[in-house]
């Protein structure tokens, strides 16, 4: 059986575009976990009166690439958490279009080589909320809704 080819998080970046040309991103700090993005497709329904077998028919029509979610331990006095200009509070606050990089080039292969991938996506900040508890490390849960298509990158 030939071994896992998989790579371990640990090293990836969320990364918050500029909007400048070109376009420079900064790692959102304190980053502990990120899930997404993920593709959906809506589904259709095709059947007709001449539909045989007594089945439905379906084909797929809109994609969306959903939601990209992380949690960060938070401090409001980094720039990349701030409701300063470039913050996640100040892009939800001002409903800015941003685009984002979620960077697995800072991971490693099984074999131990760099993974020089990442994936492109433009989004809004949607969701943002604390939680602070007696024992451990004030987070920061944040979502990113996601429009149009995210993109497999080639980082090298």
Request: with cysteine; hydrophobic share 40%.
């Amino acid at each position: 059986m030939p071994a896992n080819s998989g790579f371990i998080g640990l090293g990836a970046a969320l990364k918050i575009g500029d909007g400048a040309s070109p376009e420079v991103f900064t790692a959102i700090a304190n980053v502990k976990s990120i899930s997404g993005p993920g593709r959906t497709a809506e589904i259709v329904d095709t059947t007709h009166l001449g539909s045989s077998g007594g089945y439905r028919e379906k084909r797929p029509h809109l994609k969306d690439s959903g939601t990209v979610s992380a949690e960060v331990s938070f401090d409001p006095t980094h720039a990349t958490h701030a409701n300063t200009s470039g913050g996640l509070i100040y892009i939800f606050e001002n409903k800015l279009l941003k685009n984002f990089l979620l960077d697995w080039s800072g991971c490693v292969d099984a074999s131990g080589a760099a993974m020089d991938w990442g994936e492109a996506f433009s989004g809004y900040v949607t969701n943002l909320s604390q939680e602070t508890p007696m024992d451990d490390l004030v987070t920061l849960s944040l979502e990113i809704t996601l429009t149009g298509a995210s993109v497999l990158t080639d980082l090298s």
